[in-house]
Nanobody
Framework: QVQLEESGGGLVQAGGSLRLSCAASERTFSPSVIGWFRQFPGKEREFVSH????????AYAASVKGRFTISRDSAKNTVSLQMNSLKPEDTAVYYCAAATGWSLLAGTLPASAYDYWGLGTQVTVSS
């Protein structure tokens, strides 16, 4: 069973930056898509960004576009989410997730399509 682990969360002031990383426990793991989601207290998880493992296609939620950048390191089997110009409303638990068996050319996958999830990392942005 593949495990995903997020790192890099923490407390930052508004306007600051954080870099989240997601690592898979197996170096040979080759998902279709790695996504980042976030969850606010009492809310459903919402899509933040994804990257396709093969083609490197990326997608972003409108609320983070232009501020967040997703990237992958295939050799290390990691995906990073660079978050700049952070706002207090970005405060949430951030999860990485992996979907398998998809050929995603456009659009985004719902959270239910992802097969593996990390435990999440807290990001807190103070005003």
């Amino acid at each position: 069973q593949v495990q995903l682990e997020e790192s890099g969360g923490g407390l930052v002031q508004a306007g600051g930056s954080l870099r989240l990383s997601c690592a898979a426990s197996e170096r040979t793991f080759s998902p279709s898509v790695i996504g980042w989601f976030r969850q606010f207290p009492g809310k459903e998880r919402e899509f933040v960004s994804h990257i396709t493992w093969g083609g490197g296609r990326t997608a972003y939620a409108a609320s983070v576009k232009g501020r967040f950048t997703i990237s992958r390191d295939s050799a290390k089997n990691t995906v990073s989410l660079q978050m700049n110009s952070l706002k207090p409303e970005d405060t949430a638990v951030y999860y990485c997730a992996a979907a398998t068996g998809w050929s995603l050319l456009a659009g985004t996958l719902p959270a239910s399509a992802y097969d593996y999830w990390g435990l999440g990392t807290q990001v807190t942005v103070s005003s």
